[in-house]
Every structure is written in C-alpha cells, then in structure tokens.
C-alpha cells in the first residue's frame, strides 16, 4: 500500500469491541427484497458477497429481519422468527468472511409499519393506537401480553442470528415498534410504558436485556435509532441525544447508527433518505454531535454519496464507520477502486432511488444504471475478456442502451465504433438531466465515455447513420440504440396542435400562459414537463387518465413533483381522457372524457396542449440492415434468458449480426435500456 493510500482515512481498521473491521466503510442494513419464501438465498448471498469481494469492511443485511408473525413483510423482509433462516444466513456470512467483510442483520418488529391483509392475517399493533399513513393500518395497542411474547421473539431471533455465524446484529428504532414507544407523537400510553422517559424506554430495555441474556455479553449489539424526529410533537434533538446516551450509557448495545427524521409518509421519508436534487450528507453534522455527546461508536447514512464525502466524515471524527450504501449498489467495488488507485472509474450513485422506490411499489431494488445489482448468478459486475473471436462492433445511437453496449463489447475485447446523430451523447438521458433537479443523472453518461475512453472506443458525432455509413466500417455486430422520438396520444382530432413533453423539457417551446398537459404514460417524463412549466409561472392542469397520477414512478420520486405543484397552485385531474383539441381564436379548446362514463365529457380552454405518451422507436436503420444481415434481426429469448446461442443463422453469406436495444425495440425505461445494453453485449 502507498503512503497516501497508507493514510486514507477510509482504510483504517476500526476496532469494534472484539472485531476488528478493515476499513471505515459499510453498507447499512436495507431490504433489497431479494429473499425467496422469507429467506436469503441465493441471490441475496451473492449480493452481499459481491460487495464483499469489492472490498467493504461490513455489509448490514436485512432492513429489516422480522422477529415475530405479527410483523409481517412490508417488502420483502426476511424472516427471523423461523429456525430455517440459520442455514441460510451461515451460507451468507460464510460467503462475505471469505473476503474479510463482517456481516451483521437488523432485527425489528414493524409494529404499524405494515399492513394486517399479509401473511397471517394477524392484527397490527404498535405502542398506542397511532395510524401510520404510509401503510395504512389501523393498529391495535400492544397489550401486555403482546410485550412479553415480542420481548421474548426479539431475544430468540437474537440467538438465531448467533448461531447463523453473524458478527453482531442490530435493532431498528426509526418508525418501528420500539422506537413507536419512545415518541410523544407516537405513544399516548398511561401504564408504565407511556408519560416519562423512563416508562418509554421501558420497552426497549426489556428487550435489550431479554437479548443479553440469550446471546452473552460479548456477542455485538447495536442499534439504529432516530435521534432527533424533526417533528413538532415527536422526540426533539434533545431528548434524542438523551436517548442515545442512555442507550451508550447502559452496557447493553455497542454501537449507535444515527438517523434524523421519520418515515411515515413518502415526503417524509426522503427527508430521512434524500434523492436526487437534495442535499447531500444532510444529517451527517447532527450524527456527529451525536457522537460528541455520548463518546460511543456512531455509524450514519444518508445520501453520503461519494468517497470524498464519505472520507471527510472520518477524517473530521463524525462518523466512526460510514454507510455508503445506495453507492454500493451503483457500484460494490467502491474500496477496491480506491486501493488501486482508480478512485476516478467509481460507478456513481446519481440519487435517482430507483432502487428504493421499486421496493416500496414491491418490487426489487435494481440501480437505474447498474443492471448486475441483484443478478449477480448470470450478469457480472466486472466484464471478462471474450475467450472467443474478437469482432468489429458497431453501435448506432449514444443513448444509456447504446453506451453500455459499447462499453461491454469493449471490455470483452472488441473493437468498438459509436455513430450518434447529435452533437452530444446522453439521448433521454441527457434531456431528463434538462430538469435542474435531476441534473446529477448526467452522471450515467459521463461515467460511461470516461470508460469508453479509456476502452480506446471511437465515438462519432453528428452522424445520421444510414445503410452506406454502417457497411463501409466492415461491421460483423451492428447494434441498433437509436432510441425513439415522442407520439401523441390517440386523439380523435387535433393531434398537430399539440406540444410534446420532449419540446417542453429541451426548450425548444416555452410554456404558455395556461397550458394542460396530459398524461397517459406515467413516468418522469411528463411530470419533468409540468415541473417545468409549473416553475415558469404558467398557470397548469396536469390530467391523467389514471386511477393515480404518474402510476410508473415510486413514492420518494413524486415528493418533489408534488411538492413544486402544490406550491405553483397546479391543478390535477385523474381518471380523465383527452379526446380532441381544436383552435377556437387565439386559444385552444381540450375536450376531455370519461371511460367510466360514456357521456360525459368537459371543456377546456388553453393556450397550449402538451402530451405525454411515450415514444415510438427510431427504426428505419433497423429495417434498413434486416434483410442484409444473418440473423434478420432475430433474437431468440429463450437463450436470451436461459443461456446459449442468442442469434439464429438465418443468412449464413451475410456479412453481420443485427439486433436493436432499449427504446429502439419500445418505450421503456433508463434502467431498461442499461439492461439490455449488457445482456447483449455479453452475449459477443
């Protein structure tokens, strides 16, 4: 190790009781809900051991592991009150050690963080009948008898989890059961479980004592608490800086991870867990007063999104480890980079919280740029070099599909040429970036020329590519990643007197002074269009056809949408059709309908109608090349997926293989068409 590396502040071991962690960075414990039946099988092994092999000191599993049936998954969560975990989590903990990586879990009861139409079917209940608008239910207060089972459930996961081989656990106290009692806002109790705070930490001793008892004391122990719920009736700075240095103060857990705010709707949760055009590391000076107060090992994450952030958090003393955790997975290779010089190549984490907001619409957590997060069984985060012939590829189109195809050609070893129309790359990328809020997206772009760069990639601008231009490089694999060019909805007049989101988002057109834009695809792309007229003043209805507005994005990404039109007084209109717009004077005339009632329908006089509705591919190149080519353009799936040959013979004379990707096959997503750039690109 060089001297500077020798004196990063990130690569000091940290000693942590018995354990000696190698470096200062960790991933936090979060759910990727990647388990199967409640357990971590393959596919959650191999996440954590890829970023194991990347070279972080601990991975956090779980966010969180449940310890009773009466907490039941709310996405995802493993399932800690079950002996068939241990198994599993040995597997797990076995993979990581391998690279010297410490694993630990969070344990938690949910308490009204769920929903009582799960699994069981039981009864939510939480410290005093408080509903949690997120999940929606109603809960139940804990009983006495509920405490004592709940006491005894949180000790016996405790036991589970040490005999899995883990090196500590942790409890979740941020939104959750126990911290349910430490709260004003949360907790109305009158037994000795509710008023002072003594009676609201009751609960938590009870169960921390319970734990100590089953595991010893020198098995780790932490707990990841709010210290401070920025909110009027909640548990203050202060009182939160009491509760941690209780906590510290008690002999009875070994570390705290600090979080700042709550949980309970989508606008407050991005406060605790910010996204893209929020600030950054907002509550790492807090978790370092936090620190200073109790003089007890502190480990924090909140949008820490890049080394040199996550350094200073050391180097300053606020932090004793640093969670760099939606960064590991945009890239779990993050420490190793660092140690071999090549700080520069990290895969940044652009705040996009794809990841998070597939969980909490209940799906898997997957990076919007890093397709072989959660695949890791059959896509690899680092590319190998092809074994077989090595080929002159390409690539139409510098869009995040094409960009990456290129990129992975290249790191398998093939010489790679890039057409691109414009003078830039980017394609939606670059236009979705147009938005000041989600600038950092340019990121996706910029990481991948400055690989391809330093691929010996040749990149062509400013050239529409047709027939001639790509024959004459000789191509043997021509990847088609033109992208596509927005449609209007299907209106039954007036379809040239609309404006599309595109046209909105580039500046090519200024919103009007009342404008409607309609949307029926659900995405970023049109609520980016009403963000940007609603902040230029006009005066705007947003109509959806949906039972919701924007159906396609997650709850943390509609925060600040919603948060600019309910400042910009945006009106919104659901379960509402566009039928026709007509010029009526100087103004255009919506007319609008219902699929629930056939006839009913209102007017609306406007100044300018945009639309959003998707894109239809750019694909006369395509077609162009399909009767020239070997395969037509065919692709067979079933290979695609389960392995083998992809491309059927189909001309044998023919000089190359063809086959298109992301928006030129259909309007999709950034995430999409990163997918289908590797995949494929593998495949060469």
Known sequence: MNISLRNDPLLQPYQLKHLTLKNRVMSTSHEPAY??????????????????????????????ALVARDSPAAFGNLQAYRDEIVPWLRELADASHEYDCKVMIQLTHLGRRTGWNRADWLPVLAASPVREPAHRSFPKEAEDWDIERIVADYASAAERMQAAGLDGIEFEAYGHLMDGF???????????????????????????????????PDFIVGIRMVADEDLEQGIGKEEGVEIAKRLAGSGKVDFLNIIRGTIETDAALTKVIPITGMRSAPHLDFAGEVRAATKFPVFHAARISDVATARHAIATGKLDMVGLTRPHIADPYIIAKVMAGEEHRIRPCVGATYCLDRIYEGGEALCIHNAATG?????????????????????????????????????????????????????????????????????????????????????????????????????????????????NPPLEAGGDLVTSSWDIISGAVK????????????????????????????????????????????????????????????????????????????????????????????????????????????????????????????????????????FPTIRSEAAFTLFRIGDAVAARNIHAAVYDGIRFGLRL
């Open 182 to 216: 430490w709260s004003p806002a949360t907790n109305r109790r009158e037994d000795e479980y509710g008023g002072s705070l003594d009676n609201r930490l009751r609960f938590s001793f009870r169960v921390l004592d319970a734990v100590r008892a089953a595991v010893g």
């Open 375 to 487: 695949r890791e069984a059959t896509i690899p985060h680092v590319i190998s070099r092809s074994d077989g012939p090595l080929k002159k590829v390409v690539v139409v189109g510098a869009g995040a599909a094409g960009l990456e195809a290129a990129r992975v050609a290249a790191e398998r070893g093939h010489s790679v040429t890039v057409l691109e129309a414009a003078p830039q790359a980017g394609g939606q990328v670059r236009l979705a970036a147009q938005n000041p809020r989600r600038k950092e997206l340019i990121g996706i772009v910029d990481w991948r020329l400055s690989e391809l760069e330093r691929l010996g990639v040749e990149m062509r601008y400013d050239v529409w590519a047709e027939t001639d231009d790509v024959i004459s490089l000789g191509p043997e694999v021509v990847v088609i990643a033109t992208g596509g060019l927005p449609q």
């Open 35 to 64: 388990s199967e039946d409640g357990m971590p099988k393959e596919r959650y092994r191999l996440y954590h051991a890829e970023k194991a092999k990347g070279g972080m000191a601990l991975t956090m599993t779980a966010g969180s």
């Open 511 to 646: 919103p009007a002074e009342n404008v409607l834009l309609y949307d029926d695809n659900g995405g970023h792309q049109g609520m980016t269009a009403a963000e940007l007229i609603a902040n230029a003043g006009a005066k705007l209805e947003l109509v959806s056809p949906e039972r919701f507005f924007a159906p396609e994005m997650g709850g943390m990404n509609h925060v600040p949408y919603m948060r600019a039109f309910h400042e910009k007084g945006v009106r919104i209109t659901i379960n509402t059709r566009l039928k026709s717009v007509r010029r009526d004077g100087n103004q255009l005339v919506a007319t609008l309908g219902s699929d629930f009632a056939s006839g009913w329908s209102e007017e609306r006089r406007v100044d300018q109608v945009v639309a959003e509705h998707g894109t239809l591919p750019l694909d006369e190149l395509y077609f162009a090349l399909k009767p020239l080519s070997k395969n037509g353009g065919a692709v067979d799936y079933e290979r695609l997926v389960e392995g083998g040959e992809i």
